[in-house]
T-cell receptor, first 115, second 114 residues
Framework: DQQVKQNSPSLSVQEGRISILNCDYT??????FLWYKKYPAEGPTFLIS?????DKNEDGRFTVFLNKSAKHLSLHIVPSQPGDSAVYFC??????????????FGQGTTLQVKP | KAGVTQTPRYLIKTRGQQVTLSCSPI?????VSWYQQTPGQGLQFLFE???????NKGNFPGRFSGRQFSNSRSEMNVSTLELGDSALYLC?????????????FGNGTRLTVT
């Protein structure tokens, strides 16, 4: 049962344009959502997070939007740069004290930014 | 500040053997989590340790175990290896127990079971 879903395996955008990566979830009992970026042969790197009580969080070129009613979040990268080419993972933290370090990851979306 | 260090980077084992993977967290980080990444299942949570105590465990068989030492370094062990255990094993550390403190991942140990 995939609780966090990234339905687009890949995305290709032109340098300077906006990249929008999407993520859907099925469980309403998530406290936090996070985005990680992964380059080949490296571990995932934390990008940005959002609490379930907010609907937007911004950090430089990266903005995450959360739509709780639709159980959907998205990551916007503006402007996109070739160095942003990587696999992006959406992750969620279930609420409850027993789930403190347990991240549930989506399958990932491979972003390619073309010069 | 040094990042999360995982050793070894690559490992080849035979079915039925056991394996121990090591993880050194970022200095000052007391929480260590382990994840398994496979092409079919993606990134799946194995377990989390904080101050030498296992705080949470994922849905993996008892062949998968781990521990954390007083210096926060962690090891995970897989006994009676199966072909399906071939994966990238990622260790992550954070300041406190809880995913609210972002996880910092190591580069992983690539385990191949033949």
């Amino acid at each position: 049962d995939q609780q966090v879903k990234q339905n687009s395996p890949s995305l290709s955008v032109q340098e300077g344009r906006i990249s929008i990566l999407n993520c859907d979830y099925t469980n309403s009992m998530f406290d936090y959502f996070l985005w990680y970026k992964k380059y080949p042969a490296e571990g995932p790197t934390f990008l940005i997070s959002i609490s379930s009580i907010k609907d937007k969080n911004e950090d430089g070129r990266f903005t995450v939007f959360l739509n709780k009613s639709a159980k959907h979040l998205s990551l916007h990268i503006v402007p996109s740069q070739p160095g942003d080419s990587a696999v992006y993972f959406c992750a969620a933290i279930p609420n409850g004290s027993g789930n403190t370090g347990k991240l549930i990851f989506g399958q990932g979306t491979t972003l390619q930014v073309k010069p | 500040k040094a990042g999360v260090t995982q050793t070894p980077r690559y490992l080849i084992k035979t079915r039925g053997q056991q394996v121990t993977l090591s993880c050194s967290p970022i200095s000052g980080h007391r929480s260590v989590s382990w994840y398994q990444q496979t092409p079919g299942q993606g990134l799946q949570f194995l377990f989390e340790y904080f101050s030498e105590t296992q705080r949470n465990k994922g849905n993996f068989p008892g062949r998968f175990s781990g521990r954390q030492f007083s210096n926060s370094r962690s090891e995970m062990n897989v006994s009676t290896l199966e072909l399906g255990d071939s994966a990238l094993y990622l260790c992550a550390s954070s300041l406190a127990a809880g995913g609210i403190s972002p996880l910092h991942f190591g580069n992983g140990t690539r385990l191949t079971v033949t």
